[in-house]
């Protein structure tokens, strides 16, 4: 029972570790940058906040790619393991 608890703790730890930057990169830097472009920039009408929106988009869409790539990366790093005498599921479809 505790090697089960431990993982849960494990990662819920993990999951508040990364939300701290989750939150940043996806709510705090592009409503920072929205804020630079439109009050200190002054790219408040036309073609400027049209291009101070795509900075924002662009930069969740970075964040985003580099949630997913490094998701995938943890996953091939961390194969899931059965456990000892355990067989691999065959694959889907009916049997």
Do not use: K, N
């Amino acid at each position: 029972m505790r090697v089960f608890a431990s993982g849960w703790l494990r990662a819920g730890l993990a999951a508040l570790a990364l939300a701290a930057p989750g939150l940043f990169i996806f709510a705090v830097l592009p409503s920072w940058w929205l804020y630079l472009a439109a009050a200190r920039l002054q790219w408040t009408g036309g073609i400027r906040a049209a291009m101070a929106d795509a900075v924002a988009t662009g930069i969740q869409g970075m964040g985003f790619v580099a949630a997913v790539v490094a998701a995938l990366a943890w996953q091939r790093r961390h194969p899931v393991e059965l456990a000892p005498g355990e067989e691999r599921p065959r694959g889907g479809g009916y049997r």
